[in-house]
């Protein structure tokens, strides 16, 4: 598996992450009706049209997911336990369909488990940009990543 292994974090460590995706409306309409969400400022061209945008807005919780989801591959792909919670997550600028986001992580702590000898945990602080460089999401994540095999 690609993912990496708890001994293989180290705090300060960044990740620039090679994987990009321009998000589509078809990506947005998806995500926001399989979630059964319904905002028209989302989904309603005509309603988004009235408002400061101007256009729909990309579903930020799919901006979240697409963020972490970019992230698997280079460090916890195989190697998650399970992820134990998200904080401070912010959407500072709007994702619109046809931007194209790019992420970032960075391990901000390691940590042994105090019951499970054969894990441990990893705070990640996850960053998405758009094609302009702007930063549109940004969160704290924490997961339960396996050691490597004694």
Known sequence: MAGLYLEEFRPGQVF????TKTVTESDNMMFSTMTLNPQPLHIDFDFASKTEWGKPLVNSLFTLGLMIG???HDTTLGTTVANLGMKETVFPNPVFHGDTIRVETEVISVRQSKSK??????????RA??????LVAKCSRQAMIMKMAA
């Not at 000898?117 to 990640?124: A, H, L, T």
């Not at 940009?129 to 702007?134: A, H, T």
């Open 129 to 134: 940009f758009n094609q302009k460089g702007e």
């Open 70 to 72: 970019i992230s698997v």
């Open 117 to 126: 000898p054969d894990r441990g945990i990893v705070e990640f602080e996850h």
């Open 16 to 19: 620039r992450h090679g994987l």
